[in-house]
């Protein structure tokens, strides 16, 4: 029998999601956070259509062809390959029975974030958890000691890497020195990360890999943003486009809505026309656009994931 560890904690996938000990969620909560969040969402595109000229707007995104959309999605699939890994990290230091294989921690993430979009709150974290107790042996109890790695790690790399950005927004500091400040600060926060970790039981050499994987799962979602707002015609900075896509991550850790949906959105328009000049119905249509490309790539790989760990499942 495999001995407890001192920090033995369920950590999900998807930081948003509380552990799998905690009480389910009343229902009227549930329809509540669908409700804010189709409201939300709802408004953002009364919002976008009427402060833009929706076909203009058609016309300048097909006018860049492809190449934007597609950038976009390829990656939302960095994304999760990046989640994968971080989170197969955190779960192999915990000792499962058997061990979770790189490829199926890829699918249980992607169905995972499928799940999330359900009115059910948090189906994605709760079938996670239950999936690699039934098949790998790891306790629930894990999976929120996961979960607390998890968050812990996304307010820090939040913490260093909004840093030089906001520095640069707010101060007016050059924008080189920022930007060389932020990446001292990441590696010297990899550092310490990967010391501290290591004192911890069957961590090993993984904890290096931590500060960078959320760096690179930031780094997407930094170049989705930039590249969906130069696709409809307002393009921003590479620093504004960090901070964006801080908020947005942020948003959807509260939890308040499904996968941050309606709320993150919000957010990134409103730090948008604060941080610059920029018109808000146009960033408005630019979320909604990496919304929408994410959420095809989610249903697509979602489904093809749950599929091949129902396979997997019943073969043995």
């Known amino acids: 029998m495999r001995q407890p560890s001192r920090y033995r904690a369920s950590v999900p ?12 969620t009343p229902r009227w909560r549930r329809a509540l956070g669908l409700a804010v969040a189709a409201t939300l969402l709802g408004l953002a595109v009364v919002f976008a259509l009427r402060g833009v000229d929706a076909g203009a707007l058609a016309n300048r ?24 890994w971080l989170i197969g990290s955190f779960t192999a230091s915990f000792k499962p029975t058997p061990p979770v294989s790189s490829g199926r921690m890829l699918r249980l993430i992607t169905a995972s974030q499928l799940l999330n979009y359900l009115p059910a709150v948090r189906a994605g974290m709760v079938g996670r958890a239950a ?3 039934r098949y790998h042996d790891l306790r629930l109890r894990d999976s929120g000691y996961i979960l607390a790695l998890s968050l812990i790690l996304t307010a820090v790399t939040l913490s260093v890497a909004s840093a030089g950005p906001l520095l640069v927004a707010v101060l007016h500091a050059d ?9 001292l600060a990441l590696a010297l926060a990899t ?3 990967a010391t501290l970790a290591r004192r911890l039981p069957g961590v090993g050499g993984r904890a290096w890999m931590w500060v960078p994987l959320r760096t690179l799962d930031l780094a997407a979602i930094t170049v989705r943003t930039y590249l969906a707002f130069a696709a409809v015609g307002q393009p921003i900075t590479v620093g504004q486009a960090t901070l964006l896509a801080s908020g947005a991550t942020l948003a959807r850790l509260t939890g308040i809505t499904p996968n941050g949906l309606g709320l993150s959105e919000w957010v990134v328009a409103g730090m948008a026309t604060a941080l610059a000049p920029i018109d808000a119905s146009l960033a408005v249509a630019a979320t909604l656009l990496d919304r929408a490309i994410e959420v095809c790539i989610t249903v697509v790989a979602g489904l093809w994931a749950m599929w091949k760990l129902r396979r997997e499942t019943a073969t043995g």
């Open 13 to 24: 996938d998807d930081p948003s999601s509380p552990p799998p000990s905690s009480p389910p």
């Open 61 to 84: 995104v097909a006018q860049g062809g492809v190449a934007r959309p597609a950038a976009i999605g390829a990656l939302v699939g960095l994304n999760l390959v990046a989640i994968s």
């Open 131 to 133: 999936f690699l107790k």
């Open 175 to 183: 924008p080189q020195w920022a930007w060389a400040g932020t990446g």
């Open 191 to 193: 550092l310490i990360v």
